[in-house]
């Protein structure tokens, strides 16, 4: 099964297990790099909880996500339309002056992640943010039917490489979710380079 299929598969039981999860420091730190009425790119919405605060918070928020079933939920759960995509789809005409990545880029094989920021990052202002997070650790892995590709600092700063964005600041922080206190993951807020 592929890691699409199994969002398609587990979309009900997705959403309420991440709905309600609180990652507002996380987002404190992702919007104090924001102009005001932003728009922000969710790149991998997920069940749509963080496209929902930001709307709230008076950003202007484009949802994306891979998975058609996860869509509809977050659809019905934002009020507002999610895109069913690829972050390789993404119309690169499209400009966002940040993009949010939380636990999303972490499906995309590490020989990928280059190109995929690339690509993410064209649709980027100049000195637009960009925040990602993926599990703290240096492996590629299958883990309960969904592909996860782990990442480090060093890591990290080799997908980077020739993309256009520099890190601005990573922080590693314990899994918000009960009963998971003892996964730790990377967060980064990367910055996109002044031509």
Known sequence: MSTIAFYDQHSQDFFESTVNVDVSELYYAFLSNLPTNARILDAGCGSGRDTKAFIQMGFNVTAIDASAELAKVATDYIGQHVT????????????????????SLLHVDASVLPDTFTHLANTLVDNGAFYCSFKYGIQDRTHNGRFFTDADESRLQQWLKNTGLIIKHTWITADARPD???????????IKAVK
């Open 84 to 103: 069913v995509c690829t972050f390789d789809q993404i119309d690169p005409t499209l400009t966002f002056d940040a993009i949010w990545a939380c636990a």
């Open 180 to 190: 998971r206190e003892n996964e730790k993951w990377l967060n980064a807020i990367l």
